[in-house]
């Protein structure tokens, strides 16, 4: 690894854990040149996916642009960039297992959905909005509505049972 201060490539690790519920290494590095201390991450590079968009088109998945969206919909909401992350690192986790090369954009969208109302009904909203393509404001508040008659989310079961919810998958 090469360190950021000096570029040097002979380092020693100082401290390894395990992150991320167990899908990520932290490592915590060490210059042997100039004592520089840097932390490294460590995860399964998993093959390459294509998302498959609604109008057919295929490009490569972006764990960035899942991010950005999440990101985007939680702007100015009291959630945790360890909630984000948690919820990027578990969607990619579960498209990953479920599908070797191809994955329809409908899917990544309804694991999204899924996430962000265990996080924050406001961004689940917020993003609903948007992938749903609401048109009017009837249409918000019917999914306000049907969020509203739902039982509160339970995330420990979310995280075993991803059907939980009877949301097709």
Not at 91 to 112: F, N
């Amino acid at each position: 690894m090469r360190c950021p201060k000096c570029g040097c490539q002979d380092d020693k690790v100082i401290d390894s854990r395990a992150s991320r519920e167990g899908s990520v290494i932290r490592r915590r590095r060490e210059c042997l040149n100039c004592e520089q201390r840097f932390t490294t991450y460590e995860e399964i590079e998993h093959q390459e996916l294509s998302v498959v968009k609604r109008d057919g088109r295929r490009e490569p998945f972006s764990r960035d642009k899942l991010r950005a969206g999440i990101q985007r919909a939680c702007d100015k909401r009291p959630v945790s960039q360890e909630a984000v992350d948690g919820a990027v690192g578990r969607i990619v986790e579960e498209l990953s297992q479920r599908y070797d090369r191809e994955v329809p954009a409908k899917e990544i969208g309804e694991r999204v959905m899924r996430e962000l109302r265990a996080i924050d009904g406001v961004a689940y909203v917020r993003f609903a909005s948007i992938y749903r393509e609401f048109a009017e404001v009837g249409e918000f508040v019917e999914e306000i509505n049907r969020l509203a008659t739902l039982p509160p989310p339970d995330k420990r079961q979310m995280a075993l049972i991803p059907e939980a919810e009877g949301t097709p998958t």
